[in-house]
């Protein structure tokens, strides 16, 4: 079987290099090459001729298939669904901001957290994704879109921290300045709050944003939303969440997704700021999107913002989710659910 040498990093492609016979230099050439988004050694114009071809017959590198695209004529936002070499289909999203243009990737072919609301869930997890399907969902789009990507965020479907090996080894090639050189404060990674992987995270990549999502602070409340919190209730994620503050210096984003009549009332409100209290974080509201298979909608625009005015008077940083590509609002993982194989 050929190895599929985009899972490397810089030092694993030199030790392939020294057993091919090679000299170590090629590693960086090879990955820069890749990580510019080529996706085939024949392009590789700096190496020999023939070390190209033997790469060939040892070694691929991987891509993704385009299955879908739609792009937003509102604000140029476009959804992926891309194909993956087993069968499997997974979205990415692209956004483009004055700041920069930034994507939002999948960890995983499906999700096995089951919070009620979400798409990416229904069907539970497929798989995994390995390192280098996260990366290819970022080379794939610069290279449809022609320009460059300064920001990341793991917050498509799966999650992250289900998935924390490969995470950090995407983490690490993303990364790397010989390749797509991506600065680790320009990366947000968004967990339902798997308390044992947050503090792994605090210690190996403090730089790197983190968002947790809570769409409730009242345990009952949450579990039904959320069974993730049966097993990490909410004053233990709390707890975790003033550690990882103290330990790395770095505000913490809470999601707060906005269902209709579920958890966007007043008192709603309250509790969560009572909860937070203290908390060094900003809070990102997020109006539900439909999904077609459960009964909730979104909260509608002026109750967010009252919402988000309530928590504001008292000081509390807060945001409701911009909408971007509201003309091709499919909800997260929708893409995916409809593709049949
Ligand atoms: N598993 C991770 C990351 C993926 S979900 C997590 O839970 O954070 C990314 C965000 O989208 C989460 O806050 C999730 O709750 C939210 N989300 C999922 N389905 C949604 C929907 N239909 N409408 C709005 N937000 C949704």
């Known amino acids: 079987m050929k190895s599929n040498i985009k899972e490397m990093n810089i030092k694993e492609l030199k030790v392939f290099f020294q057993n091919m016979g090679e000299p170590s230099f090629r590693a960086k050439q090879v990955f820069s090459w890749m990580h510019r988004g080529i996706f085939s050694f024949e392009e590789m114009t700096n190496l020999p001729k023939n070390l190209r071809e033997k790469l060939d017959e040892v070694a691929e590198i991987s891509h993704l298939e385009i299955l879908k695209r739609q792009i937003s004529k509102k604000d140029g936002t476009r959804k992926y669904l891309f194909g ?23 960890s995983q072919a499906g999700c096995r957290m089951g919070c009620r609301f979400c798409a990416s869930t229904i069907n539970g997890l497929q798989r995994n994704l390995t390192a280098s399907e996260m990366v290819d969902q970022i080379l794939m789009v610069e290279k449809d879109t022609a320009s460059r990507i300064s920001n990341v965020v793991v917050m498509g479907t799966g999650e992250p921290f289900d998935n924390y090996e490969n995470l ?98 007043p008192k709603h409100a309250q509790q969560l700021m009572s909860k937070l209290a203290g908390i060094l974080c900003h809070i990102n509201l997020i109006p539900l999107n439909a999904v077609k298979e459960n009964q909730w909608t979104g909260t509608r625009r002026e109750a967010a913002e009252q919402f988000a005015e309530i928590l504001d008077k008292k000081g509390f940083p807060v945001t409701i989710r911009r909408e971007l590509g509201s003309d091709i609002s499919a909800a997260c993982g929708q893409l995916r659910l409809n593709q049949k194989y």
Not at 232 to 237: I, Q
């Open 84 to 106: 993956l070499h087993d069968g499997n289909a997974i979205e990415s999203v692209y956004m483009q901001y004055k700041h920069g243009n930034s994507i939002c990737i999948s």
């Open 168 to 265: 950090c080894r995407f983490l690490e090639l993303i990364h790397d300045k010989d390749g797509l050189n991506m600065g680790l404060r320009n990366i947000t990674v968004s967990t339902c709050g798997i308390i044992p992987k947050i503090k792994e995270f605090a210690k190996d990549y403090p730089q790197v944003n983190l968002a947790i999502s809570l769409h409730a602070v009242e345990d009952n409340a949450r579990s039904k939303l959320m069974p993730i919190n049966q097993r990490y209730p909410m004053d233990d994620l709390l707890q975790v969440c003033r550690e990882y503050i103290q330990q790395t210096g770095r505000r913490i984003t809470f999601e707060y997704t906005l269902v209709a009549g579920v958890n966007d009332t």
